[in-house]
Nanobody
């Protein structure tokens, strides 16, 4: 059984930084495409970043490009999201997700593995 557990969320002031972690068990991330999404109240789940397991390529959503960075630690089966220059509009529940296919996806339907989410709140 594949499990994803996010951590690292919290309250931060605008302009600050946070690093989210995603601990993966039950499947190696070496052959799992990993992504990060977020969902704010009343809004659809939004794609943020993806790390492709073939070649290590990355893709980012337009709203976070240049501010957020996805990375992974294959030795510990962890995925991270470094978030810099945070804004109040970044406030949301952040989710880690995984898919077996090598091709990246920005669509939530493309991911079969999900964590429970971690809350990030950015104060102005």
């Amino acid at each position: 059984q594949v499990q994803l557990v996010e951590s690292g969320g919290g309250l931060v002031q605008a302009g600050g930084s946070l690093r989210l972690s995603c601990a993966v068990s039950g499947r190696t991330i070496i052959t799992t495409t990993m992504g990060w999404f977020r969902q704010a109240p009343g809004k659809e789940r939004e794609f943020l970043a993806v790390y492709m397991w073939t070649g290590g390529g990355q893709d980012y959503g337009d709203s976070v490009k240049g501010r957020f960075t996805i990375s992974r630690d294959t030795a510990n089966n962890m995925v991270y999201l470094q978030m810099n220059s945070l804004k109040p509009e970044d406030t949301a529940v952040y989710y880690c997700a995984g898919r077996r296919l090598a091709a990246p996806s920005r669509d939530t339907q493309g991911y079969g593995y999900w964590g429970q989410g971690t809350q990030v709140t950015v104060s102005s």
